[in-house]
């Protein structure tokens, strides 16, 4: 629309003009230097400090940086849909472009590693607030919890560390794969996520193979280890 009305307005007489806005720019565009080879990005570089919270303000708004870049100088970079903040040339944060005033936004993820420190804030801290999380998070940490409350809520907060590498559906595939075995620990998930694309072998089972449960094998002789162990001695 804009585009157009521009167009329209070329067929115009200015004040005090005899030929139209087009007549005039045609003469006038063999003067004009050429357009850039690349094409204007639209967005604005800055320069911002993050707080004592890790939160960098911009444009009135206050958005969450890793908990590990609090104190510290970034870069902004902010288009027209996102703002990305950059240390060393990497993107360590992203967030929604706001367009309106003193809102703050944050990202749980940045501040899991805080959760080592205050365990608490789980459940009291604003940037934990409202957490959207698949329910088998919210088994999971019943399950820990019912084993060492203590010891679980730690374990639990390790699980949620794994969020910093890996996508939020794919953690909840491990945890659920994992609450499905029944073995619940941080290094089963771990494992689980890692091995993704590895289902667990099920068990054998002889409940169908009647001919294969009358079978007997002979006991093995240990004695030939104690020999090797006097030979070594």
């Not at 100088?73 to 060393?88: H, I, R």
Request: aromatic share 6%; net charge neutral; charged share 35%.
């Amino acid at each position: 629309m804009l585009e157009q009305r521009c167009r329209d307005d070329m067929k115009r007489v200015a004040s005090r003009q005899k030929r139209t806005i087009e007549e005039m720019f045609e003469e006038e565009k063999p003067s004009l230097r050429p357009l850039p080879e690349t094409e204007f990005e639209a967005r604005r570089r800055e320069l911002r400090h993050a707080n004592t919270l890790s939160l960098v303000r911009f444009d009135t708004n206050d958005d969450s940086v890793p908990s590990q870049h609090a104190n510290r100088e970034l870069t902004v970079v902010a288009g027209m849909d996102t703002v990305k903040f950059l240390t060393a040339g990497e993107v360590v944060a992203v967030h929604r472009r706001d367009w309106g005033k003193k809102e703050t936004h944050y990202n749980p993820i940045h501040d899991v590693r805080i959760l080592e420190r205050r365990p608490n804030a789980l459940d009291f801290g604003k940037p934990f607030a409202n957490w959207d999380l698949p329910e088998e998070f919210d088994t999971l940490r019943r399950r820990l919890k019912s084993v060492n409350k203590k010891q679980g809520q730690r374990d639990f907060i390790r699980v949620l560390q794994l969020l910093e590498q890996s996508p939020k559906a794919e953690l909840a595939a491990a945890i659920g794969r994992v609450l499905h075995q029944g073995c619940v620990s941080y290094d089963a998930i771990r494992f689980s996520l890692r091995d993704k694309g590895e289902l667990p072998l099920d068990l054998l089972t002889l409940d169908d193979r009647p001919h294969l449960q009358t079978v007997r094998l002979p006991l093995p002789n240990l004695d030939v280890y104690t020999s090797f162990a006097k030979e070594m001695t």
